[in-house]
Nanobody, 127 residues
Framework: QVHLVESGGGLVQAGASLRLSCAAS????????????MAWFRQAPGKEREYVAH????????RYADSVKDRFTISRDGAQNILYLQMTDLKPEDTAVYYC????????????????WGPGTQVTVSS
């Protein structure tokens, strides 16, 4: 059973950088025929949870939401089973609880396709 725990959130000023981590346990064994997606989503107060970025865990292909492209980088350490989100040039509109999630599908940005979620980590960006 997959278990995810995020860390690395905090309070920063606009323009700063943060790196979020998501420690994963219970991931499937490496199988190139059955790759799967790991993603970051975020949810700001009063808003729907939205897609931020995802990668295919085995191959490492990545995709980003337009709002974070060129500022955020998703990556993983396959040996340690950690998913990262490097965030640079943070803006107040990036303030949200950030969640990592895993899906059985190889390539998806659809929230409903992600069936395991971490508890989230708060990121607050002051202006």
């Amino acid at each position: 059973q997959v278990h995810l725990v995020e860390s690395g959130g905090g309070l920063v000023q606009a323009g700063a950088s943060l790196r979020l981590s998501c420690a994963a346990s219970g991931l499937p064994s490496v199988d190139y025929a059955n790759d799967y997606a790991m993603a970051w989503f975020r949810q700001a107060p009063g808003k729907e949870r939205e897609y931020v970025a995802h990668l295919s865990w085995i191959v490492g292909s990545t995709r980003y939401a337009d709002s974070v492209k060129d500022r955020f980088t998703i990556s993983r350490d396959g040996a340690q089973n950690i998913l990262y989100l490097q965030m640079t040039d943070l803006k107040p509109e990036d303030t949200a609880v950030y969640y990592c999630a895993s899906a059985k599908k190889y390539w998806t940005t659809v929230r409903a396709d992600y069936d395991v979620w971490g508890p989230g980590t708060q990121v607050t960006v002051s202006s």
